[in-house]
C-alpha cells in the first residue's frame, strides 16, 4: 500500500472542507439580510427597502429580500438585468436617485403589475465587490425632509457594503474547499513548489454536493439543540444508514 | 456655497463665454447607455455607435448606425445637453449594453471612437473604481487632452476613487443645488473641479417621458453643454482655457486684477 501523493491529500482536504462546510456555516446571513432592509428603511423612513441579487449567468435580477410595502409581491421576483432603473444600476455600477419616476408611465405601469406598490421617489445603489456588481439596494419613498437627506445616497451605500459583505461571508463558505487552498497558495511563496501544487488542488476541487450540504446543515441545526436530541437523532440516521446499506450491499461503506 | 476662489480678471465673463451661441457646429458625444432619438428633447442626432465585448473574437467590437437607449440614463444626459446648446450636433455613443463582461475596455475604446470622429466635447456620466483600467483610461485622457477634445466627467456618487474622473486632464464635475443652468461653481479642493445643477432635475426618460432625478451623473452634462455653446462661439479655446473660462464665470470666482 503505498502512501498518498501530496497532491491527493490536498484535493481530500479540499473536498471535506466543501462538504463539512455548511456545518460550521455561521447562521443567519438571510436574516442579516432581512435585518439591513429592515434597518435601512426604518432609519431613512421609507416605505419600502428590497435587494436585488444578479444571477450568475448575470441575466436576471431576483429580489430576495424586502421589507415594507410591497414586500410580499417583491420577494422572489425576477427580472431582466439589462432593463429599467435598476439595470442601469446594474450595468454601470452607478447609484441613482430618482424623486419622481411617476411621470414614466412605463415604470409605473410595470413596477404596479409586479409588486402592486408605485412609488415616487427612489433611490438605487449597487451592491459591489470591488469592481463587480452582486446586486442593488432600493428605497422607495424615503422621508427626504430628514435633516441630512442630502447625503442618503452615501448612507444607503453604507447598507450596500454591509450587504456585499454578508453575501461575500456567506459565499466563502459555500466553496470553503477551494477558498482554503487558494488561501493556502497564497500565503505560500508565489511561483514556489507547494504554491503550485496547493493551486492545482484548489481547482479541481468540486464545488458543494446540494444534498450532502443539506445534511451537513441538518447536522449543524442539531449540534446547536439539546443532547437528546442528538442522541435521537443518531440513532435514527444509523438506523437508516443501515437500511439503505441493506437494501444496495454493492455500494461502498 | 463653495469658498471664494481668486481668479485672473481677463475679461472673460458669462456674457463674453456663451451670450449669442448655440453649440453649432460643435460636436459633442455622450458615452453612455444610447439615445433615444425620437424624444422630443433630444432633438435628433447626428450619428452613433455601439460598442460591446465579442467573447469569441476577445475584442471591442463597433456597430455604427441607430441605436436603442436601454434605460434612459443617456437620454438624460442628452436632453440636458440640448437645452444648453440646442444647435450642436449630438452623437450617441453607447458602451452599456446587456452584458457586463468587458465593459471597461469598451468604455475606454468608446472614448477613442468619439475623439477620432471629431467630438470637441465627450460627456462621462460614468466612471470606474477598477484599478485595473486605471492605466488605460489615464491614456485615454491624455490622448484626448492633447487632440483639443475636452472629456467632462461625472464623479462617482459614493466618496470613491473612480476614473476617469479623478485625473487633470478632464473637467470633473458633482451635483450642486443650484436650478440655474448656468450656475457653476469651481472647487478649491480638487479633484472635484466643478460644481453644476444635479439636484432635483427633470429629464428626458424612456417612451418620450420625463422624470425628476438627482446625481452627479445629470452636472456633468449641464457643464458639457455651456463648453459646447462656449467652443462654438470661441472654437480656438484648447481644454485647459476651456477650464480658465468654467472658472472665471462660476459664482463663487472672485476676479483679481494684476495691480
Known sequence: MTEPSAQDLLEDLGRLATDLAPAVRPVGAQRLLASITESARQLFGARACSLALLTDDERELVYTTASGDGADGVTGLRLPAGQGIAG???????????????????????????????????????????????????????????PGAEHDLALLSVFAEQT???????????????????????????????????????????????????????????????????????????????????RSPRLPR | MLPPVPVPDLGMSRSWAFDGASGHGVDVAVVDSGIDTA???????????????????????????????????????????????????????????????????????????????GCRVVNLSLSTRNEDLHSLLHDVADEAYFAGVVLVCAINNVRAASYPSQYAAVVSVAANDATDPYALDCNPSPPVEFGAPGIDVEVPWLGGSSIVTTGNSFAA???????????????????????????????????????
Open chain 2, 221 to 259: 452634462p449641464h457643464v458639457a453643454g455651456l463648453v459646447a455653446r462656449m467652443l462654438s462661439k470661441h472654437p480656438s479655446l484648447s481644454p485647459v482655457e476651456v477650464k480658465a473660462v468654467l472658472r472665471a464665470v462660476s459664482r463663487n470666482a472672485v476676479p483679481v486684477s494684476g495691480r
Open chain 1, 88 to 146: 442601469w444600476v446594474v450595468v454601470s455600477g452607478e447609484s441613482v436617485a430618482i424623486s419622481d419616476v411617476s411621470a414614466d408611465p412605463r415604470f409605473a405601469r410595470s413596477v404596479a403589475e409586479d409588486t402592486g406598490y408605485v412609488p415616487r421617489a427612489m433611490l438605487a445603489v449597487p451592491v459591489l465587490v470591488g469592481d463587480q456588481v452582486l446586486g442593488v439596494l432600493t428605497l422607495l419613498d424615503r422621508d427626504d425632509a430628514r
Open chain 2, 39 to 117: 424624444h422630443p428633447a433630444v432633438g435628433g442626432l447626428s450619428d452613433g455607435v455601439a460598442l460591446h465585448w465579442d467573447s469569441e473574437l476577445q475584442d471591442v467590437v463597433a456597430v455604427e448606425g441607430p441605436h436603442d437607449d436601454l434605460f434612459g440614463h443617456g437620454t438624460a444626459c442628452a436632453g440636458i445637453i440640448r437645452r444648453a446648446a440646442p444647435d450642436c450636433r449630438l452623437h450617441s455613443v453607447r458602451v452599456l449594453g446587456e452584458r457586463l463582461t468587458g465593459k471597461g475596455v469598451v468604455f475606454a475604446e468608446g472614448v477613442r471612437w468619439a475623439v477620432r470622429s
Open chain 1, 164 to 246: 456585499a459583505l454578508t453575501l461575500q461571508t456567506d459565499s466563502a463558505f459555500e466553496r470553503l474547499g477551494r477558498v482554503l487552498l487558494q488561501a493556502l497558495g497564497s500565503a505560500a511563496e508565489g511561483g514556489s513548489t507547494l504554491a503550485e501544487a496547493v493551486e492545482r488542488a484548489a481547482t479541481s476541487v468540486p464545488l458543494a454536493d446540494a444534498d450532502l450540504a443539506e445534511l451537513a446543515t441538518v447536522f449543524a441545526q442539531l449540534q446547536r439543540q439539546g443532547p437528546a436530541e442528538r442522541r435521537l437523532a443518531v440513532r435514527l440516521v444509523r438506523e437508516v444508514a443501515d437500511y439503505s446499506g441493506r
